[in-house]
T-cell receptor
Framework: AQKITQTQPGMFVQEKEAVTLDCTYD???????LFWYKQPSSGEMIFLIY??????QNATEGRYSLNFQKARKSANLVISASQLGDSAMYFC??????????????FGTGTRLTIIP | GAGVSQTPSNKVTEKGKYVELRCDPI?????LYWYRQSLGQGPEFLIY????????DSGLPNDRFFAVRPEGSVSTLKIQRTERGDSAVYLC?????????????FGPGTRLTVL
């Protein structure tokens, strides 16, 4: 089974609208972390937001928020008031185990987001 | 400050040749990671260094792949007898391991093409 599933290969969104990028995950660990990265056409991976499995509040970073539903094993990224510069590939990733333990990240296949002026 | 740098940015080689890919992590970062990203896929973990030692090399696909980090800073990923299936972007990341989350900072990658 896939550990990270991103079911939306591509999305088109009007500028200034909000957008939700879906991510579901599969792990038997109680302690884990979920990350979202942005990859523009330049290729560099840019960290956006993190949610720990024990965090009770949904993470927020500026226009980014993470809709964490632990029982459903989903960690959707919400981008509010989208901008043209948000056009990029977006990857959801998971670290299984506690922080400072097993450090490797498992990534999904990504969603290509295109913002339309 | 300077981010993670990788050289070369592009490498074209012939099947069967040996290649070395270099990663310069952010100064002071103790942890270093290599990932491989094939076209249309997310990055795939290869190996993780803590200091000079490989803490987890479970992602290396076979014994043609090897990586070193002799002084705990720069790392080199070495691929012997390259195959066409090795063509991908090889990403390096580093982290400080002093905070939660342990955010990984990525370099721009080396695009390897095996003809």
């Amino acid at each position: 089974a896939q550990k990270i599933t991103q079911t939306q290969p591509g999305m088109f969104v009007q500028e200034k609208e909000a957008v939700t990028l879906d991510c579901t995950y599969d792990t038997s660990d109680q302690s884990y972390g979920l990350f979202w990265y942005k990859q523009p056409s330049s290729g560099e991976m840019i960290f956006l937001i993190y949610q720990g499995s024990y965090d009770e509040q949904n993470a927020t970073e500026g226009r980014y928020s993470l809709n964490f539903q632990k029982a459903r094993k989903s960690a959707n990224l919400v981008i509010s008031a989208s901008q043209l510069g948000d056009s990029a590939m977006y990857f959801c990733a998971m670290r299984e185990g506690p922080n400072f333990g097993n450090e490797k990240l498992t990534f999904g296949t990504g969603t290509r987001l295109t913002i339309i002026p | 400050g300077a981010g993670v740098s990788q050289t070369p940015s592009n490498k074209v080689t012939e099947k069967g040749k040996y290649v070395e890919l270099r990663c310069d992590p952010i100064s002071g970062h103790t942890a270093l990671y290599w990932y491989r990203q094939s076209l249309g896929q997310g990055p795939e973990f290869l190996i993780y260094f803590q200091g000079t030692g490989a803490a987890d090399d479970s992602g290396l696909p076979n014994d043609r792949f090897f990586a070193v980090r002799p002084e705990g800073s720069v790392s080199t990923l070495k691929i012997q007898r390259t195959e066409r299936g090795d063509s991908a972007v090889y990403l390096c990341a580093s982290s400080l391991r002093d905070r939660d989350p342990n955010e990984q900072f990525f370099g721009p990658g080396t695009r390897l093409t095996v003809l």
